[in-house]
């Protein structure tokens, strides 16, 4: 796996714009008002992340280090709900965070196949960075799905 530092954050920043535009689109199309404002702020959530790497790749002297979360793997006991304009926002919240799962599970892949190890710690910022994403998506879940708890 080759590729530059450069290369690297392009590609993350796309991912981050891809996601925008994934919950934007969900936002603009959902009725429940609920729903709308829990897309609305991830897609803000994902331009602030596309911001802060597009910062980094301005600055390649500026650290890409991310806090580690504790992953409670929420996310990998449920089950990637289906899309739909009617869904329950504990559902959206599980679609969500299912997506930032998938993303994390990428760049650790990516870090674990690359041969140059620069290139592989970015990999795993970047998956560290998702992680964090998917962590406090996996916090609003816990307190949607099962109130009871608290």
Same mark, same amino acid.
């Given at each position: ?27 603009? !199309? ?17 331009? &602030? ?9 301005? *600055? ?6 991310? *806090? ?23 559902? =959206?919240?599980?679609?969500?965070? &299912? ?11 990516? =870090? ?21 994403? !998917?962590? &406090? ?14």
């Amino acid at each position: 796996m080759e590729g530059t530092y450069k290369e690297i954050l392009n590609m993350a920043i796309r991912d981050e714009v891809e996601a925008f535009e994934f919950y934007d689109s969900i936002a603009q !199309k959902v009725s429940d008002r609920s729903l709308k404002q829990i897309f609305s702020e991830l897609a803000g959530e994902e331009q &602030k992340h596309r911001q802060l790497l597009q910062a980094f790749l301005a *600055n390649p002297a500026m650290p890409l280090k991310f *806090n580690e979360e504790t992953d409670y793997k929420v996310s990998e006991t449920v089950a990637l709900p289906q899309l739909s304009m009617e869904m329950k926002p504990a559902d =959206a919240i599980a679609l969500a965070m &299912k997506k930032e799962e998938e993303s994390m599970k990428a760049y650790n892949e990516l =870090a674990r196949i690359s041969s140059d190890p620069d290139q592989a710690h970015e990999f795993s910022e970047l998956a560290l960075m998702e992680e964090g994403h !998917k962590t &406090k998506l996996e916090k609003l879940y816990t307190n949607m799905a099962f109130p009871e708890i608290w």
